[in-house]
């Protein structure tokens, strides 16, 4: 099992988009700046999370979030509207 999950930063208006096996683990990670792309954004709320069969899919559903704004735009206006928690 692999998830898709958003990160809002605390301190900035900064969103993340990654790929997780572990997402307890990966969520620690960010949190205590193991993560270099990410370190100066912490700490970090989860927002959003999906849950994808393999890596693949996972990757894919990442690379389209990542590269297309719209959907992007429409996914961060879901959540603020308390439609996805």
């Given at each position: 099992m692999f998830y898709l999950y958003i990160l809002k930063s605390k301190i900035k208006?900064?969103?993340?988009?990654?790929?997780t096996k572990?997402?307890?683990?990966?969520l620690?990670?960010?949190?205590?700046?193991?993560?270099r792309s990410t370190k100066a954004y912490k700490p970090f709320k989860l927002i959003l999370t999906e849950k994808f069969a393999d890596k693949t899919s996972a990757r894919k559903?990442?690379?389209f979030?990542?590269?297309?704004?719209?959907a992007?735009?429409?996914?961060?206006?879901?959540?603020?509207?308390?439609?996805i928690v």
């Open positions: 208006d900064w969103h993340y988009i990654g790929i572990d997402l307890n683990n990966r620690m990670e960010h949190n205590t700046g193991e993560v559903r990442e690379i979030l990542k590269k297309t704004s719209k992007r735009k429409e996914i961060f206006k879901k959540i603020n509207n308390g439609a």
